[in-house]
């Protein structure tokens, strides 16, 4: 569905969620080298885990004191970096203590930078020594900081499974709500001392955000709105794809491996949404790990129409992304994440062909 919800963007860890919960916002975008040109692509994410058990200082779930203590996270993070050649992810974190959100409206305050639906700012460093003598950082040393506007311009809405009624019950154990799977940004990216401008019709951004007890394993996310056309030749201006997921689980019972997937084709949503069980949705998908190349393929189908997407992404311009659950534990050691993979799409209206 291609339906704007914003509540989806609100802050959510009220209830059991406040001591064993997620939130997050994520953005990623390219941008291109003020003396160069050169594109690089980027992410920028604000993180929250744990608020009602904060303390003056952020609690972080793989120091060994904590965990002999028996102490679950809780903090704030920027989580920001780029990929590509030498690509590094950098973590800040603060004390939930220096975070602010109201209930009604995305408003996030970390420290002194901030988040909203059109702005974001931020700073992130970590040193050489921090980062060699701190493992429970779990980062790379480097230094960013962003000041950027924000224009979500098409949505993936998964539909009534992240609704005001489920989110109440806390019925899966991660939610997901994609506002901007197409996203304009516009603005400036300072990574280690380089300055990046951002350009809005060549920034090919995206954002959304994941909340929730626990993250899904396995756990697969591909997008893309840099889409060009294979029998045309032209740019897919109005268009975006979108898929997420993984082996979900619902009231405490593992499901099957299950994505939702969305693509917004020139003005029309073609969506296999494991949940809409009347439209009859066939998801098969995989992964390869490479020496070069990691791989990825999707084959959807439901009643109307037909998909297959088959991605690639150079594995030493990739990052092993680290997360450590609410729970304190880390569950994925091999989360390889990528922002310039290439590929393609094949979408069929049953019967013939679209793109």
């Not at 702005?119 to 493992?135: F, L, N, Q, S």
């Not at 997008?223 to 294979?230: A, K, M, P």
């Not at 949705?281 to 037909?306: H, M, P, Q, Y």
Request: glycine residues 10%.
């Amino acid at each position: 569905m291609n339906v704007s919800d914003l509540k989806r963007d609100h802050y959510m860890l009220k209830g059991p969620l406040a001591k064993q919960g997620y939130d997050w916002w994520w953005h990623s975008l390219t941008a291109y080298n003020k003396e160069t040109g050169e594109p690089r692509p980027f992410f920028i994410e604000y993180f929250v885990c744990n608020p009602a058990l904060a303390e003056d200082e952020p609690t972080l779930g793989q120091d060994p004191k904590n965990i002999e203590a028996g102490k679950k996270p809780s903090y704030c993070m920027l989580k920001v970096g780029a990929w590509g050649k030498e690509p590094k992810q950098i973590h800040n974190f603060y004390s939930m203590k220096d975070f602010e959100c109201p209930d009604d409206k995305l408003d996030v305050k970390i420290g002194e930078f901030s988040l909203t639906e059109k702005h974001m700012t931020g700073y992130c460093k970590v040193t050489e020594e921090e980062a060699r003598d701190h493992p429970e950082y779990m980062c790379d040393a480097g230094e960013m900081k962003w000041d950027l506007d924000i224009d979500k311009q098409i949505t993936f809405n998964v539909g009534y499974g992240a609704n005001t009624l489920f989110r109440k019950l806390n019925s899966f154990e991660m939610f997901w709500h994609a506002e901007g799977i197409k996203t304009q940004y516009s603005g400036t990216i300072e990574l280690d001392g380089v300055e990046y401008e951002v350009i809005p019709e060549k920034s090919f951004g995206y954002a959304d955000k994941n909340w929730g007890a626990d993250f899904t394993s396995p756990w697969l996310w591909i997008s893309s709105c840099n889409l060009t056309s294979l029998i045309t030749g032209e740019k897919l201006n109005n268009s975006a794809f979108e898929a997420g997921g993984g082996k979900p689980k619902a009231f405490g019972i593992s499901l099957p491996r299950k994505l939702l997937i969305g693509f917004y084709y020139e003005g029309k949503m073609y969506e296999y949404n494991f949940a809409r069980f009347w439209n009859m949705v066939k998801v098969d998908f995989g992964f390869k790990e490479g020496e070069e190349l990691n791989e990825w393929f999707i084959n959807a189908s439901n009643k109307d129409s037909k998909m297959e997407m088959k991605l690639y992404c150079k594995r030493d311009e990739m990052l092993l992304f680290n997360y450590e659950a609410p729970t304190g534990k880390k569950l994925h050691t091999r989360l390889w994440n990528g922002g310039n993979g290439f590929g393609e799409i094949k979408l069929m209206k049953k019967g013939r062909h679209i793109d």
